[in-house]
């Protein structure tokens, strides 16, 4: 996560140090600096929406949940904005996957949790992919939790599609 931030403050300064010293790479620099900070301040936007949701969860429960990280993320405009994202938080060191919906309105100052449960334990995954491959544990471990996370939405978006098919058929 660090790393990628670095990155991105380093792509940042080169394109600015580019746009300022009348280097042009053929194309619109401004876009891409925008295009940066676009994807900077989102990125902010979800850490802080899964912040809150973690900080939210440990409140109403009782628990003492640490966020770790986001890995995915999506955003939906509606009257404010609607993160739907998948986090990593860790519960007396043990790691699990969780997914959030966060509504926010940052001009009333307000956030509200929508959804908030657990979908799974990303430790046991990391252990059993190292066990049986030694060399590449991580990067089986990587695809196994991409095709956790995969699955998770293949079955968030079957129970949609089955809500919005009994709408219609009872309208029709």
Do not use: C
């Not at 042009?24 to 949701?53: N, P, T, Y």
């Not at 628990?63 to 939906?76: G, H, M, N, P, Y």
């Not at 959030?100 to 908030?116: G, L, M, N, R, T």
């Not at 190292?130 to 079957?158: F, M, P, Y």
Request: proline residues 1%; hydrophobic residues 40%; charged residues 25%.
């Amino acid at each position: 996560m660090h790393r990628r931030a670095v990155l991105f403050a380093a792509v940042l300064l080169a394109a600015s140090a580019a746009a300022v010293s009348g280097f042009h790479l053929g194309g619109d620099e401004s876009g891409l600096v925008r295009g940066v900070l676009a994807a900077l301040r989102e990125r902010a936007e979800a850490d802080d929406a899964a912040r809150f949701a973690v900080s939210h969860y440990n409140k109403n429960q009782g628990a003492s949940l640490e966020f770790t990280r986001v890995l995915k993320s999506k955003r939906q405009v509606v009257t404010g904005t609607l993160h739907d994202l998948i986090l990593e938080a860790a519960d007396a060191g043990k790691k699990n996957l969780y997914r959030a919906k966060v509504w926010v309105k940052p001009w009333e100052d307000f956030k509200s949790v929508v959804e908030f449960r657990l979908i799974g334990d990303s430790e046991s995954e990391s252990e059993s992919s190292v066990a049986s491959d030694g060399g590449s544990g991580q990067a089986i471990s990587k695809l196994s939790l991409e095709a956790d996370i995969a699955q998770e939405e293949a079955r968030l978006h079957t129970v949609e599609n089955d809500g919005l098919s009994s709408d219609f058929a009872s309208s029709s």
